[in-house]
């Protein structure tokens, strides 16, 4: 069986849930014994560092189609212009590179592969024009469009980016049932989204292939200390939100009952929320290592996550418990990983000085951490143990065509 495989992002075992994800597939996919082609989109621009941990993967890096907003007049205007003369939302279009549109058209045209596999609905960006010959596996991370629906209520109602806001995803919600529609297999990697209306539509070929990252070498151990951990981009709407309330309402909770509690956040800094300085009760980390990623896993005594905008599961979620790492979240946070739910702290935003007591209660009970977090790993082992690979999905499609 020969698969192609295309990611819009390169994969990472750091960063955004995204890279997470789509490194997490490729170990799984590597461990079988089919050959995978992978073409990739470095919309980042950093290179194929997290390439060289998947030596035996056949791979191709490209450059994003479209420059960033942040590269200058020309790129703003390029980026703007992108965005009113094509017939895809800009997440697409971002990654809508001409060469990988003609190896995919070579490729289908010489009937070398088996099956297609689109890792997130932004890959669809680099085929969405490709005649496909073989049948298509789309690994579904969100509801794309419903995340965008989030994002615009967000927009003032007077700012003229909201007129850009509904032409995206009134785009975007096109192109993602034109790819529903296409797909022989829709494989969602969390239990959260299948009673979407669009996934609803789609029913008879959707199957759940939840996302489990393998557990950490390095695990948690309760230091007993009082330090929070939180790990996401501001860059990303949902993740300022939750940011927000943390530092405007929750950390303020918490120090009234206890000053020595601390909130540590990765992968954003205080100037990506318009702080010159870090407030009090709260230490920015910035983009970190993955070795320092590690170690403030390790090192934290609880994972809040108070995100209630947007889709799809949460996988800083997931990673947290892959450290053992004990969890505070939302129910909208915990949708879809009901293995995880019944060994986190539920907390309400409605409410910050209740979850502040209830956050506090917990640190000071080191025996309930302990048991969170060894009930949370062996959870996430026994699902893994019963996980089907990736790759059965491309098998059965091929095996029905």
């Not at 056949?58 to 479209?66: G, M, N, T």
């Not at 994002?151 to 003032?156: C, H, M, N, T």
């Not at 709260?282 to 947007?310: I, S, Y």
């Not at 879809?336 to 506090?360: C, E, T």
Request: hydrophobic content about 45%.
């Amino acid at each position: 069986m020969r698969i192609l495989y295309l990611a819009p992002l390169l994969p990472a075992p750091s960063g955004s849930g995204g890279k997470r994800a789509i490194y997490n597939h490729l170990e799984d996919m590597l461990g079988d014994a089919a050959q995978i082609d992978a073409l990739f989109v470095d919309v980042d621009g950093v290179g194929g560092p997290g390439l060289t941990e998947f030596a035996s993967l056949s791979a191709r890096v490209f450059d994003r189609a479209i420059p960033t907003f942040g590269s200058g007049i020309k790129g703003k205007f390029l980026a703007i212009a992108a965005l009113l003369g094509s017939s895809l939302p800009r997440s697409l279009a971002v990654v809508a590179s001409r060469q990988v549109h003609n190896i995919v058209v070579s490729a289908m045209q010489n009937k070398i592969y088996d099956a297609v596999i689109i890792d997130h609905l932004n890959a669809y960006g680099m085929i969405s024009k490709v005649r496909l010959a073989v049948p298509v596996i789309y690994v579904a991370h969100n509801v794309e469009s419903e995340i965008l629906k989030h994002g615009l209520e967000k927009i003032p109602p007077r700012s003229p980016w909201r007129w850009f806001a509904r032409l995206d995803l009134a785009r975007m919600r096109r192109v993602e049932n034109d790819l529903l529609a296409k797909a022989a297999r829709v494989v969602l990697i969390g239990a959260g989204d299948a009673g979407h209306p669009d996934m609803v539509k789609v029913q008879d070929k959707l199957r759940i292939w939840p996302e489990l990252p393998a557990p950490k070498l390095q695990r948690w151990t309760n230091s007993g200390g009082k330090n929070l951990l939180f790990v996401g981009s501001a860059k990303y709407f949902p993740n300022k939100d939750a940011i927000e309330w943390l530092m405007e309402d929750l950390v303020p909770a918490l120090l009234r009952l206890d000053p020595a509690i601390m909130l540590h956040i990765v992968g954003s800094d205080a100037a990506d929320l318009g702080n010159s300085r870090n407030p009090t009760g709260v230490t920015f980390h910035g983009f970190v290592t993955n070795e320092q990623l590690n170690d403030l896993h390790v090192a934290a005594n609880l994972f809040v996550c108070p995100v209630v905008l947007g889709s799809g599961i949460k996988i800083k979620l997931l990673e947290a418990a892959a450290y053992g790492v004990p969890t505070a979240a939302t129910d909208e946070s915990l949708a879809g990983m009901n293995f995880l739910s019944d060994f986190s702290l539920r907390i309400n935003r409605a409410d910050a000085d209740a979850a502040a007591r209830q956050i506090v209660a917990l640190l000071a009970n080191p025996a309930q951490l302990k048991q969170m977090s060894t009930s949370a790993t062996e959870a996430l082992g026994d699902e893994i143990s019963t996980r089907i690979s990736l790759l059965d999905h491309a098998r059965e499609v091929i095996g029905a065509s």
